[in-house]
C-alpha cells in the first residue's frame, strides 16, 4: 500500500507540475511556415482555391488515405467548402471566408465540438517565384492542459505544413504554363441586340446562360430577325463567386421588348480585345491580363467587360478549342 500511495502521489505532483507549466503557456496558438516555389502565382493559387485540389498536397490527406471528405456547391473562391470525417484526423468542415486573387485565402475551421479556428495562405511575388507562407490561428481557452498539448504539438503542426507547401509546389510545377493571350485594341461597330438581365453564381452561371440563350434565340425567331454574331455577355460585377450580367445575342437591325426580354444597342467605341482558347476556367486569368495591359499602356476603363462566345460548346466538344474574346470598352 505504501507503495501505491507513492506511485499516486508522484502522479498528483505530476499533474499538478503540468497544469502550473500549461498555465504559462499562451492561450493563443500561432503557426506559420513559409516556402519560395518556382511555379507562377497562378499556378499555385489554382492548387489551393479550388478545394478538390488539396487532395494533391494536403498533408492530413496523405496521413488518413480513407478520409471522407464531402465538396459542396463552391468549389473555388469565396464561399468554397469541404467536410472530412476520417479516424486519424477527425471531423471538421473548412470555408474560404476571404479571397483575394492571387494574393490571399483565409479559412474558417470547425473541428465538431473541439473548437474553431483560422488559417490562411499569402501568396507574394519573389525573385525566385512566388512565396508562399500557410498560416493558423487558434484559441485554446484557459484549460492549462489544452495550452500545454497545443504547445507540445506546434512541432509536428510544422512538419505538416512545411510538407504540404513542398506538395503544393511538387503540384504547381506540373501544371501547364499559362496561357499566352493574343491582345489588340479594336473599333467596335455599332450593333443592336437582345438581352436578359440577370444575376449568377459559379453554381449557377452555365446553366442560367444556356436558359437565356435559347430563349433570345427563340424571339429572334419569333420577332423575325436575323443574328449576327456570337452570343456574349457583359459582367456589371467583380466577384469571384456572383455575378451581375446581361446575357444578349447580337441582331441585324433593332428588335422588340418582349418580357424579361429587352432590346438595346452598343453605339459602338474602343474595345481591348483578348483572345483566349482554352476552356471557361482560364477566363479570369484573361481578364487579369486585360487589366495588367490597361494599367501598363495608361489606358482608362469606360464600361463593364464583355465576354464574346465564339465557339458553341454543344458543337464542339473540346474545350482547348474554344475561343472567348474577353472585351475591354476604353477610352
Known amino acids: 500500500m505504501k507503495i501505491l500511495k507513492k506511485i499516486l502521489l508522484v502522479l498528483v505532483i505530476l499533474i499538478a507540475v503540468l497544469a502550473i507549466i500549461g498555465w504559462f503557456m499562451p492561450s493563443k496558438i500561432h503557426i506559420e511556415r513559409s516556402l519560395t516555389m518556382k511555379a507562377p502565382i497562378e499556378s499555385i493559387f489554382k492548387q489551393v482555391n479550388v478545394v478538390k485540389n488539396w487532395e494533391n498536397w494536403s498533408p492530413w490527406r496523405k496521413m488518413d488515405p480513407e478520409m471522407k471528405v464531402t465538396y459542396y456547391d463552391i468549389a ?35 473541428f465538431k465540438g473541439e473548437g474553431k479556428a483560422t488559417g490562411g495562405f499569402r501568396f507574394e511575388p519573389a525573385a525566385e517565384g512566388t512565396k508562399v507562407t500557410w498560416y493558423f490561428d487558434s484559441e485554446v481557452g484557459m484549460n492549462p492542459f489544452m495550452r500545454l498539448f497545443w504547445k507540445m504539438g506546434i512541432g509536428m503542426m510544422e512538419d505538416s505544413f512545411d510538407q504540404g507547401l513542398k506538395a503544393m509546389s511538387d503540384e504547381a510545377d506540373k501544371m501547364p504554363a499559362a496561357p499566352a493571350f493574343k491582345m489588340e485594341v479594336k473599333v467596335m461597330p455599332a450593333v443592336d441586340y437582345l438581352f436578359i438581365h440577370d444575376t449568377a453564381s459559379v453554381a449557377t452561371i452555365g446553366a442560367k446562360l444556356g436558359a437565356h440563350y435559347g430563349a433570345l434565340a427563340g424571339e429572334i425567331t419569333k420577332q423575325k430577325l436575323e443574328q449576327a454574331g456570337a452570343p456574349f455577355a457583359i459582367y456589371y460585377s467583380e466577384s469571384s463567386t456572383n455575378w451581375e450580367m446581361d446575357a444578349g445575342i447580337p441582331i441585324a437591325k433593332a428588335g422588340k421588348n418582349a418580357g424579361v426580354i429587352q432590346s438595346k444597342n452598343y453605339p459602338g467605341g474602343n474595345m481591348l480585345v483578348v483572345s483566349y482558347m482554352g476552356s471557361y476556367d482560364g477566363l479570369p486569368a484573361g481578364h487579369e491580363a486585360a487589366r495588367a495591359y490597361i494599367q501598363s499602356n495608361n489606358l482608362t476603363i469606360i464600361g463593364a467587360p464583355w465576354e464574346k462566345y465564339m465557339t458553341d460548346p454543344m458543337l464542339e466538344k473540346d474545350s482547348t478549342k474554344w475561343l472567348t474574346e474577353i472585351c475591354y470598352p476604353i477610352q
Not at 477527425?90 to 483565409?106: A, D, P, Q, R
Open 76 to 110: 473555388e473562391g469565396l464561399g468554397a467548402s469541404y467536410s472530412w470525417v476520417g479516424e486519424k484526423s477527425g471531423e471538421g468542415l473548412i470555408t474560404f471566408s476571404e479571397v483575394k486573387n492571387n494574393e490571399l485565402i483565409i479559412t474558417d475551421l470547425d
